[in-house]
């Protein structure tokens, strides 16, 4: 493995593709998280957005070497800020101040924020759960990340999975483009995909409850719903009687059209969030 998933993007029409998909507007702030040796910062830099006037990058890059290198190639360029730093410890405090500026070139408005990333594919597992959780999202995410786990991410029934319950949770994905790894210098192991989120702007419920309750949804995957929930409260409800609580989630289930026998992965994500609303209290604490 290449230090910091070191895996340079060479093809530009990749490259373009990426920045296609971010749909530059004027004003836009975008935050990329490892620039390498900036290609994609600079076709970012040229690509003129709707509107007119230019755009601002912040770009965060971990590695000593390529920060010293990139401050160099874009020290003329006001408009681009570089960060060294791990992008996972920096995001969420440097999206808050972003969307807090009060700077006049830029915006303090959510809608402008824009992450872009050709990024190591060892963050991605973490930095969906950072951006997941960040109280205020960016409009749009575009990342290339690892093609089976886009495609994991994207699933719909009869594939659903914990992780595409987890992302779909909070943004819309949609995989634009594939990247082979012949595209990449040196070369990968797998191929990538490029895969664009749009956040929604509210949650439709609670997410403390939504991940405890795909967690239980998703335990074992090869059970039905019925028996992944009941053998989630089955220890806990000692007091009560099992066979009760047995009925009463074939009923909640029943309620919302979801046949109790079949399997998690057959469910969309419109039941998945519709069933931790109603059920996820009772089975958690029944
Ligand atoms: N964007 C460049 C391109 O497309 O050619 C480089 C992509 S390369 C797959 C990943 C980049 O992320 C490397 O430059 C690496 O040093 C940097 N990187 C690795 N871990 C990082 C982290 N935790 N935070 C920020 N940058 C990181």
């Known amino acids: 493995m290449t230090k910091l998933g070191q895996h340079f993007l060479l093809n530009k029409k990749k490259i373009g593709k990426i920045v296609e998909a971010l749909d530059l ?3 836009d702030v975008v935050i990329e998280i490892g620039p390498g040796h900036g290609e994609l910062t600079e076709s970012i830099k040229y690509h003129p ?30 408009n ?13 405090n440097l999206v808050n101040s972003t969307l807090r500026t009060s700077d006049v070139h830029w915006t303090s408005d959510v809608q402008k924020l824009k992450i872009v990333g050709n990024i190591p594919y060892y963050i991605t597992g973490y930095l969906f759960r950072i951006l997941g959780e960040l109280e205020n999202k960016p409009s749009l995410i575009v990342l290339t990340i ?18 595409a319950a ?30 664009k989120l749009k956040p929604f702007a509210t949650a439709s419920c609670s997410s403390d409850k939504y991940y405890k309750f795909i967690k239980i949804l998703f335990k074992q995957p090869r059970k039905t719903i019925l028996n992944n929930l009941v053998a989630s409260i089955k220890h ?14 074939i009923k909640k289930l029943q309620e919302i059209g979801v046949d109790p026998q079949a399997r998690p992965q057959n469910l969309s994500i419109e039941q998945i969030k519709e069933l931790s609303k109603i059920t996820a209290i009772d089975f958690l604490a029944a």
Not at 53 to 74: G, Q, V
Not at 81 to 90: F, H, P, V
Not at 236 to 249: D, F
């Open 25 to 27: 507007k004027s004003g």
């Open 49 to 78: 957005p709707v509107g007119g006037s230019s755009i601002k990058i912040i770009a965060i890059e971990k590695d000593e070497n390529l920060a010293d290198f990139l401050r160099e190639k874009f020290s003329q360029d006001k």
């Open 236 to 249: 806990q409800v000692v007091s009560t009687g099992y066979q009760a609580s047995r009925e009463k989630i």
């Open 80 to 92: 681009i800020e570089i960060i060294e730093g791990d992008a996972l410890k920096i995001l969420p």
């Open 146 to 163: 690892q093609k089976e786990v886009a495609q994991r991410i994207c699933a719909k029934p009869p594939k659903m999975n914990l992780l």
């Open 166 to 195: 987890s992302a779909q949770f909070w943004a819309e994905p949609k995989i634009v483009g594939y990247v082979p790894k012949k595209d990449f210098r040196p070369a990968p192991k797998v191929d990538s995909a490029i895969i």
